[in-house]
């Protein structure tokens, strides 16, 4: 569990097991998820962590890294500062290495020293068809920032608040990617979320002008990772990535549904999502840098 960030991802709880044995439990679920992804023909690069930086979220890298089909990359600055040193550049060398082309860097990392954050696509859900960015704005994801990235990146911003209940009080959301999904032809999103009804409405707007299939989940079931999924594509056919808790969250009318459009594929994350805060979407950074 890491301190610095427990202080607004409410989806943080203390296990009462030593850190090794929690460490132990969260490889073995790490391993399986990976084993999961390649037998069904998903690529995946695992990166070791350097254990002389002291990074317990560095098992979520899609929150200081994005990668775009351009070959464009961006970097971004990190709410929590044990959270910066996850951010290395022999990563992208291992990318060159295995045959992708990097082009452009967009460093938004200096807004740190400001206090401003926005942290990749945990704070930004990008259709990178339709070049629209989804970004619940919170202590995680400055709207400056937001729009700046945009202007770059050539996106139009979507932005709303998402609100969760912390003893009686509604707060924001840490990351907008645990309270919605965006797949190719569909959303998983907790539209009880968004509390005000403007906001809801011009979400829902934009979704189903690109054809998106809208598939509501309580906050009861965002609590057990539910929005927290990724659309990946296998060897001949595209899956939703999810963890176990999230798929056992899920009604069977949800299911069908989402089963219109592709294949489930869960693992069991328990440890991770307790200690962590986070699920399988925040431990899959997508690489869609062209191949050289």
Request: proline share 2%; net charge negative; charged share 25%.
């Amino acid at each position: 569990m890491n301190e610095q960030t427990a202080v607004n991802n409410f989806f943080q709880e203390d296990i009462a097991l030593k850190n090794a044995e929690i460490n132990t439990k969260a490889q073995k679920e790490f391993d399986a998820f990976v084993e999961k992804l390649r037998a069904v023909g998903v690529q995946v690069i695992v990166e070791n962590d350097d254990l002389r930086m002291d990074t317990p979220d560095s098992i979520f890298p899609n929150n200081w890294i994005s990668f775009h089909e351009n070959g464009d990359i961006g970097l971004y600055p990190m709410f929590a500062e044990n959270r910066r040193r996850e951010r290395r550049e022999e990563i992208l060398i291992r990318l060159e290495d295995e045959g992708f082309k990097i082009n452009t860097i967009y460093d938004y990392t200096s807004a740190e020293d400001e206090g401003l954050f926005l942290e990749g696509t945990g704070s930004l859900l990008l259709d990178r068809v339709n070049h629209k960015a989804y970004c619940a704005l919170s202590a995680r994801a400055d709207e400056e920032l937001l729009i700046e990235f945009c202007e770059d990146f050539e996106y139009f911003p979507v932005i709303f608040t998402a609100n969760q209940t912390v003893d009686g009080n509604r707060v924001p959301i840490y990351h907008t990617n645990v309270m919605m999904c965006l797949a190719e032809k569909f959303c998983v999103i907790c539209l009880d979320s968004i509390d005000d009804a403007v906001e809801k409405k011009n979400v829902v707007k934009h979704l189903k002008k690109d054809g998106k299939e809208i598939i509501p989940i309580t906050e009861a079931q965002m609590h057990h990772f539910a929005g927290n999924m990724l659309q990946v594509q296998g060897k001949d056919k595209k899956y939703l990535v999810m963890s176990s808790a999230a798929h056992n969250s899920l009604t069977k009318q949800q299911i069908t549904t989402i089963e219109k459009h592709c294949q489930i594929l869960s693992s069991d994350l328990t440890t991770i999502e307790t200690c962590g805060g986070g699920s399988a979407r925040c431990m899959m950074a997508e690489v869609f840098l062209p191949k050289a």
